[in-house]
């Protein structure tokens, strides 16, 4: 019996199977959860469901979350579907690629916005859905995905740095209003890991190339670890953290790059 037997809850985020979603879809099934996907548009769809497939989901649905009528829709057919959830993976982070470059100084007022809204409010929406469908209960686990770079400068982040820092706000934000009612909400700062969202900031091969040389562990970050990590946090072993964001870096934030 896996840690996760009999538990049931969404994922939202995966877009192939490099995602970090996908290595946390892939952990929670072997530990024994039932899963629920969504996409966005008929490309991510052909991706999206044979993956979600291969998993035995329960429900693979559409949903853009800059839509609240999608969200809610989300909603209603996870209640009918699972009754309620035992864990919500937010994995959905974008920005325009122009503003991945260069100096930040020179992010657009569009580009910021859709940053933030996409990468840092989609949390806020769906959990508000959730809970405004009755979804979560006693025990309920929300998790999402953020990166080192709203903590410090990274070259080319820009925006989404920004859009991090206030998506690690609202954990804490999330985790104090719905402590109450044991419900917790964490994120996991992971390394830089080659997936199609990283794929859009320049200079990230780069980045990527030099981290291993850097982190105490010397060696990359893979979606399977981070897919371990998300079992913890969606389990009973992480009962007593909330608001708190955990990195799976390979211990690369506590040290000084470029130091020896």
């Not at 019996?1 to 879809?25: F, P, Y």
């Not at 409010?121 to 025990?139: P, W």
């Not at 900031?201 to 998300?230: C, M, S, W």
Request: hydrophobic share 45%; charged share 20%.
């Amino acid at each position: 019996m896996g840690l996760l037997s009999g538990k049931k809850g969404l994922i939202l985020g995966v877009a192939n199977d490099h995602s970090i979603a996908w290595g946390i879809a892939q952990a929670l099934h072997r530990e024994g959860a039932e899963l629920g996907f969504t996409y966005v548009g008929e490309m991510l769809e052909r991706r999206v469901r044979p993956l979600a497939a291969s998993l035995d989901a329960k429900l693979i649905e559409p949903c853009d979350a800059n839509n609240d009528a999608e969200i809610a829709a989300l909603m209603t057919k996870t209640r009918a579907v699972f009754g309620q959830v035992d864990f919500l993976i937010h994995a959905i982070a974008y920005a325009n690629k122009n503003e991945l470059q260069g100096a930040y100084l020179n992010t657009t007022r569009a580009g910021f916005l859709l940053a933030m809204e996409v990468s840092a409010y989609s949390l806020t929406a769906l959990v508000k859905a959730a809970d405004e469908a009755e979804l979560l209960v006693d025990g309920t686990s929300i998790l999402t995905l953020t990166y080192h770079g709203a903590q410090q400068v990274i070259p080319n982040y820009n925006a989404m740095g920004v859009a991090k820092a206030a998506l690690e706000a609202s954990v804490r934000y999330l985790a104090a209003d719905l402590g109450p009612r044991n419900i917790r909400v964490n994120a996991i700062s992971a390394g830089p890991i080659r997936t199609l969202a990283a794929s859009g900031i320049t200079g990230f091969r780069a980045l990527h190339k030099q981290f291993a040389d850097a982190a105490p562990l010397r060696r990359h970050i893979t979606i399977e670890d981070v897919g371990n990590a998300a079992v913890y946090f969606c389990s009973h072993l992480s009962g007593g953290v909330t608001g708190e964001i955990s990195y799976v870096d390979a211990g690369f934030n506590v040290v000084v790059a470029g130091g020896e």
